[in-house]
Structure formats: structure tokens, C-alpha cells
Nanobody
Framework: QVQLVESGGGLVQAGGSLRLSCAAG????????MYWYRQAPGKQRELVAS???????NYGDSVKGRFTISRDNAKNTVSLQMNSLKPEDTAVYYC?????????WGQGTQVTVSS
């Protein structure tokens, strides 16, 4: 059974930083591309960042230069370091992975950035 558990969300002022973590289980973590998505009320889920098994990264245009995705295969963990946060970054952030051509998501963690 796929298990994804996000943590690290919270309240922060604009310009501040947060670090999100996702603990994964039920998958062979080291061979999987991992994803961070976010969803704000009334908006569709958007890609924030991804990282392949080989460490290649990709970022959404709105977060390039501010967010960094990383992984620790020994701990089955993927992280998202978020710097220079803006109010428009406010959303629920989800960790994701694909298995058998389907996406699996964690419960999400709320990030709120005040102006």
C-alpha cells in the first residue's frame, strides 16, 4: 500500500522560509520520480517541483529560483525547501508518486504566507 505523509507546513510572513518533508512507504522509493504539487482554493492542482531517481529536477515557473527539491533515498524522504515566500504561495502542498500509471498523493500540508 502506498503511503505518503507530508509535514512541515505552517504560517510564515512574506519573505520567510519553510521546509516541507514527505515520508514515503509501500514503493521502491529509490527508482521513482517524486513530485510536489500544490492546490489553492478554486484553483487546479499545479506542479511545484519534481525530482527523478537520478536527481534531475524540474520546477514550475512561479517557484524557480526560490524553491529547491531534494531526496534522501536512505530515508525514503523527499523535501521541498521554500525561500522568499510570497502570499501567492499559499496552498495545500501535496507529495506525489506514480504507480501503475496512477498518481498517489499524501494528505497534504497547509502553507500560509501572510503579507
Amino acid at each position: 500500500q502506498v503511503q505518503l505523509v507530508e509535514s512541515g507546513g505552517g504560517l510564515v510572513q512574506a519573505g520567510g522560509s519553510l521546509r516541507l518533508s514527505c515520508a514515503a512507504g509501500g514503493i521502491i522509493f529509490s527508482i521513482k520520480t517524486m513530485y510536489w504539487y500544490r492546490q489553492a482554493p478554486g484553483k487546479q492542482r499545479e506542479l511545484v517541483a519534481s525530482i527523478t531517481s537520478g536527481g534531475s529536477t524540474n520546477y514550475g515557473d512561479s517557484v524557480k529560483g526560490r524553491f529547491t527539491i531534494s531526496r534522501d533515498n536512505a530515508k525514503n524522504t523527499v523535501s521541498l525547501q521554500m525561500n522568499s515566500l510570497k502570499p501567492e504561495d499559499t496552498a495545500v502542498y501535496y507529495c506525489g508518486v506514480t504507480l501503475q500509471n496512477n498518481y498517489y498523493w499524501g494528505q497534504g500540508t497547509q502553507v500560509t504566507v501572510s503579507s
